[in-house]
Each structure stands twice: as structure tokens, then as C-alpha cells.
């Protein structure tokens, strides 16, 4: 099976250049990396590498850079994966994908257990990653080998090719995307099974530089799941918790925040939401006004 890695990014050259050199290091080498930026500035590319890196520029934001390197890769690979360029994934990680795409037919989309998450904290190293990656391959996993989803996080997602059709990522979805990921793999479960293959690891360091503003991303945490259960792609029963779970959250530590997290900027950016949501105005793109 051809294998291809994506990798949308923006203002990370030096990440992506590390990014590179580590994905030498796959146990199977990617056949192809495509980097997707807004323009040539975006990237530092390594002298040498064992596979193909190819570059792709078209307009920002992380569903539309998805879009330009996903729709000239379909013909040509049978695997594509997505990397967000802050993701480590371990040694094993594009052989293991390819072997559960070949021993399960049913299978749209295969992600991978993320052992620690940047995301959820101030972020993390790649010291930090790469231990914590050494400490998940020391350990036994005890919970299931195989986990449905209702979507895939978009850190770390593996589509099989074959299966995308005409779907393509919600451009709608503007600058950093927020769900964007679910959106695109929640519509792929009507053509195969969406699934985490837990033996299959990696870590997500949560860089936050380049990030949407925090009152962009509040109101993207309020629009974008709103918009999504109105579009049918994702279930209400998955929307509105998330949805619910992020405004309690910025309203609880709104008065003593994290100080990596814009937690009253995400909070107007959630009451503006709701306002448009109450007056029937249902537009994600609207963040680009703010």
C-alpha cells in the first residue's frame, strides 16, 4: 500500500524541519510528505531525507491547507495521513497504521492513542514527548485494542483513500478549524468503521504559537458545533456536551486563568456565539470579522 503523510502548517518552520528528521525514523518510511503552508516562509525543509517531501501553498486556514495537499494525493495513495506538525508519533507508528488498514477492509479512518497531550496543558517539549513515548512502550496497555469514535482527532488521523470520494474538509470552518477534524471523519463512518488502534502511539507537544485568538476560539467552540449538528455531520449527543463542557470551563476559571489560555477572551467569544445562535445566525466564518 502507498502511504502519504499531510502536514498543514503555519509559522512553524522550525518544528516541521524537526518534524522531518524524526519521520526518518519510521520503522516504514511514508512513500510521500506533503507540506500544506500558506506560502514558502512556512518552511524549513532538511537537506537530505530518505522519502519525497513535496510543497503545496494555497489560501490559510487548516481545512482549506487539508483540502489542497488531500485532493492531488486520492489518485495516487492508498493511505493518507494527517500530521498536525506538532504531533510525535512513535517509531512504529505509519507500519502499524498500514497494517490495520490491510487486515481490516471495513476501516475509513485509523487514529492513534495520544499518550500525553500538550493541548490540555501549558504544552510540552520534545524531551517531554520523547519520554513519554519510551514510558507508553515500557507499559502495557490495558483497555481495549480498538475504540470506535464517533470522529477522529485531527493530530493524528489516517483516512484509506479509496473510501474519501467527493468529501472533502468544511472550508467554512475558517483559520484554525476547531472540529474540523470530526466534521471530515464523522461523514466517513457511513463507509467504513472510525477507530483508534491503541498500540498505536504518539504524543501531541500543543505548541501554541500560531494559535486563533481567544475570542475566535470562543466563539468557534460555540458556532462551529452548532453548525455542525445543523449540517447533520456530527451528532448532537457528541456536539453539545463538547460544546457545554468549553463554556463551563471558561466561565469557571475565567477570574483566575491558566496563564498560557485566554480564558475571558474565549468566554466573550462564547457569548457572542450564543447571542448570533439566538438570533438564528449560524455563521463559523464569522470569527474573520473579530
Known amino acids: 500500500m502507498r502511504l502519504a503523510v499531510i502536514i498543514p502548517t503555519l509559522g512553524r518552520s522550525g518544528q516541521v524541519a524537526r518534524l522531518l528528521r524524526h519521520l526518518g525514523g519510521q520503522t516504514r518510511l511514508p512513500d510521500e510528505v506533503i507540506l500544506s503552508a500558506p506560502d514558502a516562509t512556512h518552511v524549513e525543509l532538511p537537506e537530505r531525507s530518505p522519502f519525497p517531501v513535496s510543497l503545496v501553498f494555497g489560501p490559510k486556514g487548516l481545512a482549506a491547507q487539508r483540502n489542497k495537499a488531500l485532493v492531488p494525493s ?35 479512518v485509523v487514529m492513534g492513542r495520544v499518550v500525553r497531550d500538550g493541548a490540555t496543558n501549558a504544552g510540552l517539549t520534545w524531551q517531554d514527548a520523547e519520554a513519554a513515548l519510551r514510558e507508553a512502550n515500557d507499559k502495557t496497555h490495558h483497555g481495549p485494542l480498538v475504540v470506535d469514535h464517533v470522529g477522529a482527532y485531527g493530530c493524528n488521523m489516517s483516512v484509506r483513500s479509496s473510501l474519501v470520494g467527493d468529501l472533502r ?122
Open 169 to 290: 474538509f468544511d472550508e467554512r470552518l475558517v483559520l484554525y478549524g476547531w472540529q474540523e477534524d470530526i466534521d471530515f471523519t464523522s461523514q466517513l463512518r457511513s463507509r467504513g468503521r472510525v477507530v483508534c488502534v491503541t498500540s498505536i502511539t504518539g504524543v501531541h507537544l500543543g505548541i501554541k504559537s500560531a494559535r486563533t485568538s481567544g475570542t475566535r476560539l470562543g466563539y468557534s467552540q460555540v458556532a462551529n458545533p452548532i453548525y455542525l449538528i445543523r449540517k447533520g455531520s456530527v451528532p448532537a449527543s457528541f456536539a453539545l456536551p463538547l460544546m457545554f463542557r468549553n463554556i463551563a470551563a471558561n466561565l469557571a476559571k475565567s477570574l483566575w486563568s491558566e496563564p498560557y489560555v485566554d480564558r475571558r477572551g474565549r468566554l466573550r467569544g462564547n457569548m457572542l456565539a450564543i447571542l448570533h445562535v439566538a438570533k438564528g445566525r449560524i455563521e463559523p466564518e464569522y470569527i474573520l470579522k473579530i
Open 74 to 108: 486520492l489518485g495516487r495513495f492508498d493511505i493518507i495521513t494527517f500530521f498536525d506538525d506538532d504531533f510525535v508519533p512513535s517509531s512504529e507508528y505509519l507500519e502499524q497504521v498500514e497494517q490495520a488498514f490491510a487486515g481490516n477492509d471495513g476501516w475509513a
